[in-house]
């Protein structure tokens, strides 16, 4: 079965500093990845994906995520956040052909001026 | 605009109670489920279905049912809610396209109070 471990449940970093959300996953078979997105009081919206072909990934806002196969992980990054930036961002995974998506614990991340 | 609507917003309810969550969508997409979201948690799945007719479990089924007698409308029940079932409730939809990946679209979400 697969699981989805987000290893900090609150990430703060100060404004125009670079940060990193990591998210290990575990599965049996090939995997297609997500990061989501989650501003206060909204529903998830898509960050990026990452279905097959380059590794590097990236996606809407200045975030971008790595595909590291044999470390199963999946570590979103960005070089320099803003106020806006203010969520919780959640890593998923689904099994290639599955229709089911398996979450992460998800990680506040605060931006700090 | 194109998406998922949900509602109840907001509810309170007395433990006991019956209680369904409408979720509605726009895009024709084949998929449909039911999340909840409990701090420290992340997103569970409750119950999922892949096309009109068929409905599935997920994670966390217990105390929960569904339908989805058409593409658009894929309602959660509670049949006599709990305190533990106090927890904000996320629909979706997907429809996997040429690729396959099951991209999810999200509604704003239920936020459900049970006393």
């Known amino acids: 079965a697969q699981s989805v471990t987000q290893l900090d449940s609150q990430v703060p970093v100060f404004e125009e500093a670079p940060v990193e959300l990591r998210c290990n996953y575990s599965?049996?078979?090939?995997?297609?990845l997500f990061w989501y997105v989650q501003y206060p009081n909204q529903g998830l919206q898509l960050l990026l994906k990452?279905?097959?072909?380059?590794?590097l990934v990236k996606g809407i806002n200045g975030f971008e995520a790595e595909f590291n196969k044999s470390q199963t992980s999946f570590h979103l990054r960005k070089p320099s956040v803003h106020i806006s930036d203010t969520a919780e961002y959640f890593c998923a995974v689904s099994d290639q052909g599955a229709q089911k998506l398996v979450f992460g614990q998800g990680t506040r991340l605060t931006i700090n001026p | 605009i194109a998406g998922i609507t949900q509602a109840p917003t907001s509810q309170i309810l007395a433990a006991g109670r019956r209680m369904t969550l409408r979720c509605t969508q726009d895009m024709r997409h084949n998929a449909m489920y039911w999340y909840r979201q409990d701090l420290g948690l992340g997103l569970r799945l409750i119950h999922y279905?892949?096309?009109?007719?068929?409905?599935g479990k997920g994670e966390v089924p217990d105390g929960y049912s569904v339908s989805r007698a058409n593409t658009d409308d894929f309602p959660l029940t509670l049949a006599s809610a709990v305190p533990s079932q106090t927890s904000v409730y996320f629909c979706?939809?997907?429809?996997?396209?040429?690729?396959?990946?099951?991209?999810?679209?999200f509604g704003a979400g239920s936020r459900l109070t049970v006393l």
């Open positions: 990452y279905l097959s072909g380059s590794t």
């Open positions: 279905s892949n096309t009109a007719g068929t409905t």
């Open positions: 979706a939809s997907s429809d996997s396209g040429s690729s396959g990946a099951n991209v999810l679209t």
């Open positions: 599965s049996s078979v090939s995997v297609y």
